[in-house]
């Protein structure tokens, strides 16, 4: 087997709509390829396929549902749903995989394809190489005979489903009457059932990002522009504010004065709360190698370990499984819960704090900003061709700038998995050293970039 991973990067496949990889071709040989390997067995085998509400999902979805038809597979269609939502149906239903249509936080123009295993979970590396190397195969004498093809008919009561699923993950006896609380969907997949979960819940909701026309997906909303719905949360007098992506896997949130409070201090509530009440398991949580240092400190004053991974929320996942511990995520808002779902939901994590602010009838501001973050800085610079990691100046320069902070603070170079930039992080509990770190790294990467050229 190819030992490379040429489609697959840190959240499935992702790219531009209609060119490679995310084209039609790609959907449908994906979609035989994968049906293929996960036809275990002599029972009728069932794939579930949710999406988001961009527009290159209607040319995504049906060619994904040709292939694994072909493949012997029957097809459920959930329609736009959250990523999380996806997740638990496929185990729910018994399915043998599960599919999200989504590019996540990325702009229209782009889409992805994530797959969950039958147990909910996003597959492994090696499942996935493995998978690509079926695609790059001559797959027509093992496709499926004329009478052994799979039907494709539609879920109809995926909403519901998930709806109930997310409020029986509120705590019980207590309820959200009196609250005001701002929600925005991001004209994304939760555009419908979060709202519904929030009002059912007796909220008053102030649902934003709820129109998807099919292009305007994290256009100027969402988790990814934050001063919109902060600003929003103070307009409306709410108490708390919520914004989910456009798969809704992750949020962040905005206290009563609309102030931001992002995945790291939602990390360290719900493991101090959970913590109080005897559910947090192993007296350890797990983060990403981005989160702030102030997280570790915090969490060590309660005596419990902060275990970091590579970025990326199956990442977490797979050391919350190898270490039994049910809470973990990443500054950028992906919160695995594990107790309540097998991959980031940002509705259900919200929930969690929302049961904090009505649990010590105490405003958002006061529950929320849990620790102080070092100051901390992330830049991106983005390159042509190959990547610019490798120059000997960049390297020269990562060494400098580690010997400026000298053991205060850190400094993490990384090469992002789904577009080709450089991530440049620094921190320290000097603000100005950490500027200027930054600054002269993204200097020395940005040249040995236009040095390399592209390819």
């Known amino acids: 087997m190819n030992s490379s991973r040429r489609l697959f990067g840190t959240d499935g496949i992702r790219g531009t709509a209609n060119a490679f990889p995310m084209t039609a071709e790609t959907a449908l040989r994906l979609g035989q390829a994968a049906g293929l390997l996960f036809t275990r067995g002599s029972h009728r085998h069932r794939v579930l396929i949710g999406k988001d509400t961009r527009l290159s999902g209607y040319m995504i979805e049906p060619a994904l549902v ?41 702009p229209f ?42 039907r494709a008919t539609r879920l109809a009561d995926a909403a519901g489903r998930y709806i109930e699923g997310a409020k029986a993950t509120f705590p019980r006896g207590l309820r959200l009457e009196g609250l005001r609380v701002v929600i925005d969907c991001a004209h994304g997949a939760a555009y419908k059932v979060a709202p519904t979960v929030l009002w059912e819940l007796g909220a008053e909701v102030v649902p934003l990002g709820v129109t998807p026309d099919g292009f305007n997906i994290n256009r100027g909303c969402g988790s990814t522009a934050p001063e919109y719905f902060c600003a929003q949360v ?32 939602i990390l360290a509530l719900i493991a101090r709360s959970w913590r109080r009440e005897g559910r947090l398991a192993g007296e350890a949580i797990v983060a990403t190698v981005m989160s702030n240092l102030g997280l570790d400190r915090f969490l060590a004053t309660l005596g ?6 590579r970025v990326g929320d199956r990442y977490v996942a797979t050391e919350m499984r190898a270490r039994g511990l049910n809470v973990g995520g990443e500054q950028s808002g992906h919160m695995i819960l594990s107790d309540f779902s097998t ?14 602010i009505v649990a010590e009838q105490r405003r958002a501001s006061e529950v929320c900003q849990v620790f102080r973050p070092l100051p901390q800085l992330l830049q991106s610079v983005r390159f ?31 090469q992002s998995g789904t577009e080709p930039v450089i991530r440049v992080m620094a921190e320290a509990e000097d603000e100005t050293l950490v500027q200027d770190v930054v600054a002269s790294l993204c200097e020395t990467i940005a040249a040995a970039a236009r040095s390399s050229g592209p390819e």
């Open 343 to 356: 991959t980031g939901d940002g509705l259900v994590a919200a929930l969690q704090v929302l049961g904090v």
């Open 384 to 414: 042509a061709g190959s990547s610019p990691l490798g120059a000997p100046a960049v390297k020269a320069s990562i060494e400098a700038a580690e010997a400026r902070l000298n053991g205060t603070g850190r400094v993490l170079i990384r």
């Open 234 to 265: 103070v307009e409306h007098g709410a108490d708390l504010g919520i914004a989910l992506d456009g798969d809704a896997d992750r949020l962040l949130l905005a206290d009563e004065q609309g102030e931001l409070i992002d995945g790291d201090q």
């Open 109 to 150: 123009e782009d889409n992805g394809i994530k797959l969950f295993g039958p147990d909910g979970q996003k597959l492994s590396d090696a499942t996935e190489m493995e998978i690509e190397a079926l695609m790059a195969a001559d797959l027509a004498a093992r496709l499926a005979p004329p009478g052994k093809l799979g």
């Open 304 to 309: 419990l370990a902060l275990h970091r991974t």
């Open 66 to 106: 040709a292939g694994f038809i072909s493949a012997g597979m029957d097809v459920a269609i959930a329609g736009p749903m959250p990523t999380p939502a996806i997740a638990m149906l496929t185990r729910s239903l018994r399915a043998d995989l599960g599919v999200m249509i989504s590019a996540s936080h990325n």
